[in-house]
């Protein structure tokens, strides 16, 4: 079966809407949707009565949670004061603008969703805030898989899509216990091929130019494809404008920038 | 190089805490001591004990202390962890396991205990009473080595000490790799990764105590007897 | 004897610093005056409000400041080598001393200076060859940051919306910013140059409250939006509550042992 996964449309209407054509006109039907539907974009309700009218299963992401919770991101996730104060302004107009209903549906996201093997969540199976990057330790990438008893792991939050391969590993190991008076055992230990896959961002991408990007996989032969698609970005732009949101997040938006940087610390955990 | 002493799983026990501390006298050579957590449990009066560690008699080495898992449960209960309670303790012990364990503090020592910190670095080495990923986490002999590479990764570490699981154990890291196959929209890369010269060491609990020699990498693992004035018996 | 030069050319082409470098190179007493231009039609001279001053202060030593009266006033020394900057868009209508802008004559009388010599980017050889774009229209715009202090990752993502035209059409912007850790940075950007200068002051303030040196930023470009400047710099600059948190973890030693969380 071939299925599209998305994620991260951060309340941008035009570029969902381009999305869901592109997955339409591919004659795709199966759809999943990794979380962080609202967030910084200027048309949260309507992305998110969009994916509830196409009844889209999605997980929830660390502003579906936030915007629920109340503000509990922690600060570490904001690599400046800038970044944080333009994050916390976004939270504060997108938490007034939702309606109730809005609220509750995005309150009522799963944290992950997993079809057979295939585990699907926002940041990873640890966090919605903990970042994948491609090029993180190889080893923690994989325990991330392992431990969440997936072979593919679908994630996104980092809104830069790939695809990674994790094969050929072992582990060797010399233990030695109080018990065990003999001398230390040693142990290699094989290690699985797992498979991380990044559904990069429809609505504010970063991955160098403005294109929405989603993924297609085809679970039998396993193949992957990163789709990139135009939308009417000028929209979008002119909507933040226009709800009053500030001008420099359309500025960031046009440029292919993220509305606040995100610290880039792959092995992050917030412990909050 | 001085040694480091390495201790937990004291739940209370104030002798445990004397029975070692004239230990590190004989031993010599150890410079600090460190309380890698649970220093209270429900089964006794940790008051007593409490007091010894913030205030140290004469000739005894000040421990350097870090909350463990039973501190955060009653932490937690009594409310110094924001929403949360002691689920984790009340559902696997169930009710009254709590209230011995708020029986066993007295509430003039929480402030004390909540000041306590995660962990503490040293060196190139974390010592943490369960792992990065989480006080409870309990690693031993049988975690998996890519768990315990994970842990180490996680906090940046060649050496994690951790006390959780109550053994005494060392799983060096000593081979293996790994390679990594990335595509983007940039294109394709092959990573290759070896694994790094780490290891996990468990520390033990109560009369189970470790020394370790940062300048030799040098692990000893002590356990001392129950009676009085009995000297220990360690190996390395 | 002395040498007066009076150097012009049009804002970013590189006057202060080749005036710096001809500062540091005399072996002599050195001066230095910064008069402001005049605003040509559609284009408004920016308010430098004492950055390029400060900036060769901080680089040339014992730089004798015309700008103060005692200094301008006072005997001159042999051998003193005094330049003047003055922003110009146009060419002067002569060469040699003949060619000062008549409007400068007062300004240069009151400081008792007679140049020797005028030196207009673009147009004399002895200067650099003029690199700047012909813009029909300049605005200018100025804030005085004095007593300010930023948040370091904050700036960095500032100067960067700045010079990549998130507030309009940039063409030059130049500053002196203060920095937690006491160090001064002169920043500096020109549309036609690859890149930012970031140079630190050579004075450094203790990390401990605000620095009194000079502070200001001055943005030249079309279709400026100063507000948009402004809501963002109030989000960059650090409170005192936060200046203090990052002082304060300056002014400490690194604590034994260290805490891992």
Not at chain 1, 226 to 255: H, M, N
Not at chain 2, 201 to 225: A, K, N, V
């Amino acid at each position: 079966m071939t299925h599209a996964v998305m994620s991260c449309l951060h309340a941008n209407l035009a570029a969902l809407e381009a999305v869901l054509a592109d997955i339409d006109q591919l004659g795709i039907t199966t759809i999943t949707c990794l979380g962080d539907l609202v967030g910084y974009g200027p048309q949260p309700n309507e992305v998110v009565e969009l994916v509830r009218e196409r009844a889209i299963p999605s997980c929830q992401g660390c502003w579906d949670e936030d915007i629920i919770e109340g503000l509990n991101s922690c600060e570490c996730s904001y690599p400046s004061q800038l970044a944080e104060r333009r994050g916390h302004l976004a939270h504060q107009w997108t938490a007034d603008q939702l309606s109730e209903a809005n609220k509750v549906f995005l309150a009522s996201l799963p944290m992950t969703l997993r079809r057979d093997r295939l585990l699907f969540v926002h940041g990873s199976p640890n966090s919605q805030h903990e970042y994948l990057l491609p090029d993180m330790d190889a080893f923690a990438a994989l325990e991330r898989v392992e431990t969440a008893g997936a072979d593919t792991l679908f994630c996104g939050h980092t809104h830069r899509p790939y695809v990674r391969d994790l094969r050929d590993g072992s582990i060797r190991v010399r233990i030695q216990s109080s018990t065990d008076h003999t001398s230390p055992a040693e142990r290699q230990m094989p290690l699985p091929v797992r498979r991380i896959i990044n559904a990069g961002s429809v609505g504010e991408p970063r991955h160098g130019n403005t294109n929405a990007t989603y993924v297609i996989h085809d679970e039998e032969t396993g193949s992957v494809e990163i789709r990139e698609v135009p939308y009417d970005l000028e929209r979008t732009c002119q909507a933040i404008v226009e709800a009053g949101l500030p001008p420099v997040f359309a500025w960031r938006l046009s440029q292919g920038f993220e509305y606040a940087e995100r610290a880039d610390d792959a092995s992050h955990v917030c412990e909050r | 190089m001085a040694r480091w002493a390495l201790v937990s799983g004291l739940q209370g026990e104030l002798e445990v805490y004397e029975a070692i501390q004239r230990d590190l006298r004989q031993v010599g050579r150890v410079d600090t001591l460190f309380v890698l957590g649970n220093l209270i449990g429900p089964d006794r009066d940790a008051n007593a004990l409490l007091d010894r560690l913030q205030s140290p008699r004469r000739g005894e080495l000040q421990p350097q202390c870090i909350y463990g898992w039973w501190e955060d449960q009653l932490l937690a209960e009594r409310a110094f962890r924001g929403d949360r309670r002691a689920d984790a303790l009340r559902l696997s012990q169930g009710e009254a396991a709590v209230d011995a364990l708020l029986q066993a503090v007295d509430p003039g020592h929480l402030q004390w205990l909540a000041a306590l910190q995660f962990g503490f670095i040293e060196l190139d080495c974390a010592l943490l009473h369960g792992s990065s990923a989480d006080v409870g986490d309990s690693l031993n002999t049988g975690s998996s080595p890519l768990l315990l590479l994970d842990r180490l990764t996680r906090m940046d570490v060649n050496r994690l000490f951790t006390a959780r699981s109550g053994e005494q154990f060392s799983v060096d890291l000593t081979g293996g790799g790994i390679d990594s196959h990335v595509r983007d929209l940039e294109g394709e890369r092959q990573l290759q990764q070896v694994v790094p010269q780490r290891k996990v060491i468990g520390i033990g609990s109560g009369l189970h105590y470790t020394l370790y020699d940062p300048g030799s990498d040098r692990i000893e693992f002590r356990t001392l007897d129950q009676q009085p004035g009995s000297r220990g018996r360690g190996f390395a | 004897m002395g040498h007066t030069l009076l150097i012009s050319g049009p804002p970013g082409c590189g006057k202060t610093t080749w005036i710096c470098q001809r500062l540091q190179a005399h072996r002599g007493p050195r001066a230095y005056l910064r008069l402001g231009g005049f605003g040509d039609e559609g284009q408004q001279q920016a308010r430098d409000g004492g950055i390029d001053a400060a900036v060769l202060q901080d680089r040339v030593d014992n730089l004798l400041d015309l700008a103060n009266p005692d200094h301008a006033l006072a005997p001159r020394p042999d051998n003193l080598l005094a330049l003047i900057e003055v922003p110009q868009f146009q060419p002067p209508s002569a060469s040699g001393p003949d060619g000062i802008d008549r409007r400068l004559i007062p300004a240069l009388d009151a400081h008792h200076l007679v140049p020797d010599a005028h030196l207009h980017f673009g147009r004399d050889r002895e200067l650099p060859a003029q690199d700047t774009l012909d813009f029909r229209r300049l605005e200018s715009w100025w804030h005085n940051l004095s007593g300010t202090v930023w948040d370091p990752a904050s700036l960095s993502s500032f100067w960067f919306e700045l010079v990549n035209g998130a507030y309009g059409d940039v063409y030059r912007a130049k500053a002196l910013f203060n920095l937690p850790d006491g160090r001064g940075f002169f920043f500096n950007w020109m549309v036609s140059q690859s890149g930012s200068q970031f140079e630190p002051l050579t004075a450094v303030a203790p990390p401990q409250g605000r620095p009194a040196r000079l502070s200001r930023l001055v943005v030249q470009g079309k279709a400026l939006a100063s507000g948009g400047i402004e809501t963002t710099l109030s989000d960059c600059l650090l409170s005192d509550a936060a200046l203090e948190l990052q002082q304060a973890a300056l002014r400490l030693p690194v604590p034994q042992p260290s805490a891992a969380s």
